[in-house]
């Protein structure tokens, strides 16, 4: 199989030989530009999402933004769009980035996992969390979009994207809004996926919950104006 330099790098860093590597990084291109990797990743059959997803969605944003940020995987609207953060949480995110006086062009939004995880209810889809295999299936991914972005801010929206990259014993409850050690980017930070402030029982938990939100995305807009005013 012949597999690009990024790939044999990512099978070295988690213990495999390239011939092991039964992941994404099997089907990366040579050329790890993010036009050439989103072509590449909607043939991706890592796992077996792409057999239920109607398509990759691939992270979409200006090639050297200052922040990624990064969820969990494509909801029903991003599926069908091709395009994420579409949907509900999508606009609940840049209601809050305006708040947050973030400028959206200076942010590139990705998924840890890119097909959708579904199960039927009815005539909908429900969204169904992917488990470790598809998450790790699927990083080869988001380690491409990093090194091609180079970000200089990383937000983990969620359990499972902050899980996915800063290890399984990270708890968001404890250590939202604040800056945490990686070798990812300068900064990383973690805070709730959008889609928990739908999810809020009442109209003052929801709008308690955008509030604290809102303070969490307020660090990274901080971060910015520093870099802006150095």
């Not at 990064?70 to 809050?96: N, R």
């Not at 909908?124 to 991914?141: D, F, Q, T, V």
């Not at 180079?150 to 968001?172: E, N, S, Y």
């Not at 919950?209 to 901080?222: G, H, N, S």
Request: net charge positive; proline share 6%.
């Amino acid at each position: 199989m012949d597999v690009s330099p990024l790939a044999e790098r990512y099978a070295s860093k988690i213990g495999m030989s390239k011939l092991q590597v039964l992941t994404a990084a099997a089907f990366f291109p040579h050329d790890h530009t993010l036009s050439k990797l989103r072509e590449a990743a909607a043939g991706c059959k890592g796992c077996e999402l792409w057999k239920t997803g109607t398509q990759t969605v691939f992270g979409e944003g200006r090639p050297r933004a200052t922040v990624m940020m990064v969820g969990e995987q494509p909801g029903d609207k991003e599926d069908i769009q091709g395009k994420p953060f579409v949907g509900p949480a999508g606009a609940v995110l840049d209601k809050a980035l305006v708040a947050a006086g973030i400028d959206r062009n200076e942010v590139y939004v990705t998924n840890i996992v890119k097909h959708f995880k579904w199960e039927p209810r009815g005539k909908r889809r429900i969204h169904k969390k992917p488990n470790s295999r598809e998450i790790n299936a699927c990083r080869p991914w988001l380690n491409a979009e990093i090194e091609a972005v180079k970000p200089r801010i990383i937000v983990l929206l969620g359990a499972t994207a902050a899980q996915g990259v800063l290890g399984r014993d990270f708890r968001v409850t404890q250590h939202r809004g604040q800056w945490v050690p990686s070798e990812l980017a300068l900064f990383v930070t973690a805070t709730v996926h959008p889609s928990a402030i739908l999810r809020a029982p009442d109209d003052d938990s929801r709008h308690e919950e955008m509030r604290k939100f809102v303070e969490d995305l307020k660090i990274v807009a901080r971060q910015i104006g520093q870099r802006q005013a150095a």
